[in-house]
C-alpha cells in the first residue's frame, strides 16, 4: 500500500510544479520567458483560446494545483489514519485525478492548436496519464481485498458520521484545508496579476490613435538594406523601426516587437535602422543624448553581420538597465560572453568592433533618416505610415490586425 501513496504523492508534487509553471507561462509569459524573441505562450495568452484555459476567471493550471496539494492531503491522511481511510481515500483520488487529466488534455489541444506542442504540456498530460492509471490500480487492490465498491465507499464517505469521532474529524479538517488552500491559490493568482497588470486602452484613445495614423501621408523612400531584423522574412506586415540602442523607450519597444512577434508569429517581421543620438556618428542631431550609443549601434550592426543577433540581442537588452549609462568595448565584450558562444567567434566579435566594417552601413541608415526627416527615437513605419514614440502594445496590436485583414 505504501509504495502506491508515496509514488502517487510524488507525482502530485511534480505536477503541482509543473502545473504552477504553466499558469505563470500562459498567463503571465513574461514572468518565465522574458528573454525570449519568440514566446509561443504569449500567442496563446492574447488568443480566443484563452479563454478555455480558465473558470470563472480562475487558470485551468491554478485549478489543477489546487487537485494535486489536495490528492496529496488525502494520501498522507490515508498514510497516517490507516484502517479503512487507504480505501476512502483511493476512491476519492479516482475522480480528482480524472479531472486533472481532463484539465490537462484540453490545456495540451490548445496549445497544440495555437502555437505548437509543448514540451511541458506533454510532460504534464504523460505525469497525468500514469498519475490516473496507478490510482485506479491502488483502488482496485484495495476494493477486492476489502470487496467494496467504488460507488458504495465515495457514498459512505458522505453519510452522516454518527457518533464516528475519528470521521468528523477527517471531514472537518478536510473541509478546512479544501477553503484555505483554494483561499491560498486565489490569493496567489490575484497577486500576481497585481504585479503583471495589463493595460486597458478605452476605445477613445483606440479611436483617436487609429484616425490619426490612417489620416496620415503615406511615405516613400528608398531604404537600404538592413540584417537587424526580427521575424519572418516573408511576413505579409513589415514594420520599420528607427532606433538608438541605448534609448530607454526604444528598450521598451523592443518588449513591444517580442508581444507583436509571439502574437502574431510569421505574418509580421520588424526592420531596425540605426539612429544613434550621438554626434560621434550622426551630423542630424545638435547634441549627444546617449554617450557611446554609436558604439552600441555598432556592436548591434556586428552582431547581425556574424548571423548572432538573436543570441547577443537577448543579452544586450537584459541587460540594458546596466550598460545603458555608460556603455563600452568592455561591456559590449561582456554581453557577448552572455551568449555562451566560443572564443573564436569572441575574437572575430571584437576584431569587427575594432573595425570601419559596421561604419558604413550605420552612416547609409543614418542617409536614409535625413531624408526621411527622422528626429527622434524609436521612430516607427506601418506601411509607410509614420508613428512616432512608443504606443501601447494593445494599439500596435490592433493596427496590425486592422492592417493583416486588408492583405
Known amino acids: 500500500m505504501k509504495k502506491y501513496i508515496y509514488t502517487l504523492i510524488g507525482l502530485s508534487i ?48 491554478v485549478l489543477s494545483m489546487f487537485m494535486y496539494t489536495y490528492i496529496i492531503f488525502i494520501l498522507l491522511v490515508a498514510d497516517y489514519a490507516k484502517n479503512r481511510y487507504p480505501v476512502f481515500s483511493a476512491s476519492l483520488i479516482i475522480p480528482f485525478s480524472g479531472i486533472v487529466l481532463l484539465i490537462n488534455l484540453v490545456s495540451f489541444i490548445v496549445i497544440s492548436v495555437t502555437a505548437a506542442v509543448s514540451l511541458l504540456y506533454a510532460l504534464s498530460l504523460v505525469l497525468n496519464i500514469a498519475l490516473f492509471a496507478i490510482c485506479v490500480k491502488f483502488y482496485f487492490n484495495l476494493s477486492i481485498k476489502n470487496e467494496r465498491s467504488l460507488v458504495r465507499v465515495i457514498k459512505n464517505i458522505f453519510e452522516n458520521p454518527g457518533n464516528n469521532s475519528d470521521r468528523r474529524a477527517a471531514i472537518a479538517y478536510s473541509t478546512l484545508f479544501v477553503f484555505l488552500l483554494a483561499s491560498t491559490l486565489v490569493c ?20 483617436t490613435f487609429m484616425s490619426n495614423f490612417y489620416s496620415s501621408e503615406i511615405e516613400s523612400a528608398e531604404l537600404p538594406e538592413s540584417t537587424i531584423r526580427f521575424g519572418n522574412d516573408e511576413a505579409k506586415i513589415t514594420v520599420i523601426v528607427f532606433t538608438d540602442f541605448l534609448c530607454g523607450a526604444c528598450y521598451n519597444f523592443y518588449q513591444t516587437e517580442k508581444y507583436i512577434i509571439s502574437r502574431f508569429g510569421e505574418k509580421v517581421k520588424f526592420v531596425s535602422y540605426h539612429y544613434p543620438l550621438d554626434t560621434n556618428c550622426n551630423s542630424n542631431i545638435d547634441e549627444t543624448v546617449y554617450v557611446n550609443s554609436c558604439l552600441a549601434s555598432k556592436t548591434i550592426q556586428t552582431a547581425a553581420d556574424m548571423g548572432i543577433l538573436d543570441k547577443f540581442i537577448i543579452h ?28 573564436e567567434q569572441r575574437k572575430a566579435f571584437e576584431e569587427a568592433l575594432n573595425s570601419t566594417e559596421a561604419d558604413s552601413k550605420i552612416s547609409a541608415h543614418l542617409k536614409a533618416a535625413a531624408e526621411m526627416k527622422i528626429d527622434g527615437t524609436p521612430t516607427i513605419f506601418i506601411n509607410g505610415r509614420k508613428i512616432s514614440g512608443v504606443p501601447p502594445k494593445e494599439m500596435l496590436e490592433a493596427l496590425i490586425a486592422k492592417e493583416l485583414e486588408g492583405k
Open 188 to 207: 496567489a493568482d490575484y497577486i500576481v496579476k497585481l504585479k503583471n497588470p495589463v493595460r486597458s486602452v478605452s476605445e477613445k484613445d483606440m479611436n
Open 14 to 61: 511534480i505536477g503541482t510544479v509543473l502545473s504552477a509553471a504553466m499558469w505563470l507561462l500562459i498567463y503571465y509569459p513574461n514572468a518565465l520567458l522574458g528573454s525570449e524573441i519568440y514566446n509561443p505562450y504569449i500567442a496563446i495568452a492574447s488568443s480566443a483560446w484563452s479563454r478555455i484555459l480558465s473558470v470563472i476567471n480562475i487558470p485551468l493550471p
Open 316 to 343: 544586450y537588452f537584459k541587460s540594458h538597465r546596466e550598460i545603458s549609462h555608460d556603455y563600452s568595448l568592455d561591456k559590449a565584450l561582456m554581453v557577448f560572453d552572455q551568449t555562451g558562444l566560443g572564443k
